[in-house]
């Protein structure tokens, strides 16, 4: 079961579900690889650039990006709030204390059912029933991965959500989870198509549009179009700085474009080679190994590849985002390598990173 898919339902519940069972305003996101709480009055007027929370004590505003949100309650009717609670506990036994698989599934369909009938119990506040469609969706998602009977169902719920979320903060998850579920149909340029019509939306910042840049090419890469890939990162590549947080990203991303013939695979592990040769930062480290793990991949060499993304896993995993990159390639490289019981083992710590 891909967690990833909750990260905006189910990652925050640890911190804040029992703190009270009336559901005030509170803002849980992502800063530095921690979990944080904002608790105040939220204002949402400009949505896809900035969350603002004013506290209920004291007088400075907590400015939040969207994109970093993991989840949002709201203000909700007294008759809402224990229901809504209910639901949450749920997720959190879902992503806490299930025991196995079986646990989690359960108490992911007790939250999802709860979530359904609270859609209907929420009309009048335009909010808090969105944010119940919104839970739907990502919940319906989350149960269907791997489930080729319910991923149709799954879709058509986030790409309803999409269109209704375009001016929310619900839009970035929507979206990474649409595109997963494309990937399981093999639909990789949809799944591109859903980070392009993301960037495009008025008001998101050039930090997220690159953001999107570098998921649309990787799904391109999947698609096997390698070309059209290299093309967009050349391009948005000469309008950076090497000083922009996301050069590097784009950098080695394009690095990758380029190995997919035989001379352009040996070229490309030559460069990577030199680069993490004369590296010492370990994130950096960490992202030079698992370029060269995804280039090993694209030449089908799981083999090598394995040991790259063994560097991530049990060296260089200060870096979150990179240490779970190089997990859902474990999970993967075991699966090719006929090794089922490992691609198990890193998939239940792929899990258990991605509750964290």
């Known amino acids: 079961m891909n967690f990833r898919l909750l990260k905006a339902g189910v990652l925050g519940v640890a911190l804040f579900v029992f703190a009270t069972t009336a559901l005030a305003q509170k803002v849980a996101y992502r800063e530095k690889d ?29 400015e939040v990006k969207p994109n970093t949100v993991v989840d949002i ?23 806490v204390t299930a025991k196995d698989a079986k646990g989690r599934r359960e108490a992911l369909l007790a939250a999802l059912k709860a979530y359904q009938e609270l859609v209907d119990k929420a009309a009048g506040d335009p909010k808090v029933q969105r944010q119940m469609q919104y839970k739907v969706a990502i ?14 169902l ?45 960037k495009k939306l008025p008001g998101v910042d050039e930090t997220v549009k690159n953001d999107c840049e570098l998921k649309a090419a990787d799904y391109l890469m999947k698609a096997k179009k390698h070309a059209e890939a290299a093309a967009r990162l050349t ?18 991303k394009l690095i990758l474009c380029k190995a997919n013939t035989p001379d352009g695979f040996k070229e490309a592990i030559g460069d990577l080679k030199k680069l993490k040769d004369g590296a ?21 060499q799981p083999n090598d590849a394995k040991y790259e993304y063994l560097y991530v896993d049990l060296i260089y995993n200060k870096d979150r985002g990179q240490h779970l990159r190089a997990l859902e390639q474990l999970v993967q490289v075991f ?19 991605r509750t964290q």
């Open 34 to 62: 921690k979990i944080i709480e904002a608790n105040g009055t939220i204002d949402e007027s400009d949505p896809l650039k900035v969350i603002k929370v004013k506290p209920n004590f004291g007088t400075t505003v907590k």
């Open 73 to 95: 309650q709201y203000e909700a009717k007294a008759d809402l709030k224990k229901a809504w609670d209910g639901a949450w506990r749920s997720e959190w036994v879902a992503a």
């Open 139 to 152: 919940l319906t998602a989350n149960l269907a991965e791997g489930d080729k009977t319910q991923n149709k």
């Open 154 to 198: 799954a879709i058509d719920l986030l790409e309803k959500h999409q269109k209704a979320s375009s001016n929310s903060w619900q839009v970035f998850s929507v979206v990474d989870a649409l595109a997963r579920l494309y990937v399981e149909t093999n639909e990789f340029e949809k799944a591109a198509g859903a980070f392009d019509s993301m």
């Open 235 to 252: 391009k948005i590549l000469a309008t950076m700085k090497p000083t922009d947080p996301s050069y590097e990203a784009m950098r080695l």
């Open 280 to 300: 010492k930062d370990e994130n950096k480290l960490a992202m030079f190994h698992n370029t060269l793990g995804d280039c090993y991949m694209l030449g089908n």
């Open 335 to 353: 699966k090719d390598l006929k090794q089922l019981d490992k691609s198990k083992d890193y998939m239940q710590k792929l899990e258990k990173l």
